[in-house]
């Protein structure tokens, strides 16, 4: 999540639709037993885990546990997949993945379909197993609300971009009930430019039985337990993922604008 201060959220946990039929108990229990057994074999994979394809093996295993579809759209050139090793000295610079954010299955989604750095907000890492395996996969860690380390984490984020490391993003800044949230804040756009890396602006959206749902969304004060209750006992859930064309340029402002039309930011919230 991008480090500056986070918007007031709009977006509460009364936003969430609560009508479709759930799964029944049993159901229930084997999805959090392989959701358990997945958790289990990322931990014991240890640093292996940061390996792409040890990676999206676990967030595919993880949506799977849960029951939930993942449907892939892409606009434009497909990105490459991510070298299980940093791209030597010279090589192109990595990808800028920005992306609106719904939810924290969003993070498990993109990583199912392209293992990638996460720059998250330094309460993930704290978080009991999510935050080890979280700091396993190679999650870079940063305090939204820090004003300081500013300039700090945006050339940290640059140099890992020269690296040839692509990076996910939520310039949103927060969790949103829809793709129409808050604006996208600019910082991480700044790193783009100055590393000279392509961006590629990716949008969420989720659906039960064809409808758009606001199931998933993780919201206000909600904690991660009910959030993960309620997607383990939805049926039908499935997240849509589409990837646009890249962008380029050295104007932080217009990337981020050019980003979030492309996101489709400006749509109407969508509560089914």
Known sequence: MSPAAAPAELCTPACVTRSEPEV????????????AYEIGVGVAQGERLARPRVLRARARGIMGALGIRLEVETEGPVPEPVPERLSVAGSHPGTLIVANHISWLDVVSLLAVEPVTVLAKRE??????????????GSQFIDRDGLRQLPHAVADL??????????????????????????????????AAD?????????IRYYRHGARSTTAAFLGEETFG????RVARARGLTVRVTAHAPLRGTDRR???????????????????
């Open 24 to 35: 029944p108990p049993a159901e229930l229990a084997r999805r959090y037993a392989a959701l």
């Open 226 to 229: 009910a959030s993960l209750h």
């Open 124 to 137: 993930v890492g704290q978080w009991p197993v999510i935050g080890a395996l979280a700091r396993r996969a």
């Open 254 to 272: 217009e990337l981020a604008a050019e980003a979030q039309a492309a996101i489709g930011a400006s749509e109407l919230p969508a509560h089914v």
């Open 195 to 203: 590393a000279g890396a392509p961006v590629r602006p990716v949008t």
């Open 158 to 191: 640059a140099s890992t971009l020269r690296s040839g490391r692509s990076v996910l993003v939520f310039p949103q800044a927060t969790t949103w009930c829809s793709v129409a949230g808050g604006r996208f804040r600019r910082a991480t756009f700044q790193a």
